[in-house]
C-alpha cells in the first residue's frame, strides 16, 4: 500500500483528500506546514507528496526545492496543489521539482489519476498493478509469483524480502541499481544494514527462481550492482 503525504493547512480540503485517498485504498499522513511535512518525511519517506503552494512560513515551493537539492528526497514523487492557476505558477512549481501541478478546485477522480500517473512514472512499485517478464508473473493482489514452464503454471516458492526486492527490480527493469539504492528503495532509508546483506538476498532469489527456470533474470553487474532483464530462448519442461 502506498503511504502518501498530504501538505496542507486548510483542514478541511486535507481531512476531504485523506479520507478520498484512505478510501481508494492509500495510507495516508497529514501535515499542516513545512517544519512538519520535513519532519514528517524525516521520519518515512512517504511514496508520493500532495504539497500545498500556499503554507503558513516556508512556502509549498520553497519546500519542493529543499527537497530536490537533498540527496534522500531528491526522488520523492510530487505534485503541488495550488489556488494559482497562472502559467507562470504552474512554470514556477514545475521549475520547483513538481512532477505534477493540480489547480484548486479538483474533482477526487483527476486526484487519483494524477497520483497514479506520477506514481507509475517514479515509483511504479508502490502500486498494486501485476507485473510480467519473460514470462515470470508478480501479482501484488496475491502477493503471488508465477511463472509459465513449457505448459505448465509454476507458484515459485520466495520470502518476504525477496518478494519485495523482485518487485522493485520487476518495477525497474533493464536498469542497473547499486546496493545502496536497493537497500534505499526494497529495506527502507532508514535501515542501517550492511550491503553485503543485498548479496545474500540477491542469492536466495535467484534460489527461489531456479526451479521456474528464472535465476538468470538477475543479473550482476560487475562493480555496479544488479538488473533484472529479459531472458532470451523458451523454457524446456
Ligand atoms: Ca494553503
Redesign the pocket.
Known sequence: MALILVV???NAIAELIAINLRHAGFEVRLAADASSAQAAVDRELPDLVLL?W??PGQSGVELARRWRAASRTRELPLIMLTARAEEADKITGLDAGADDYLSKPFSTKELLARIRAVLRRRAPEALDAAVEISGLKLDPATHRVTRRVADQVIEVKIGPTEYRLLHFLMTHPERVHSRAQLLDRVWGDHVFIEERTVDVHVKRLREALSPVQGAALVETVRGAGYRLTQQQGTLVA
Do not use: I, N, Y
Open positions: 496542507e493547512d486548510e500545498d500556499m503554507l
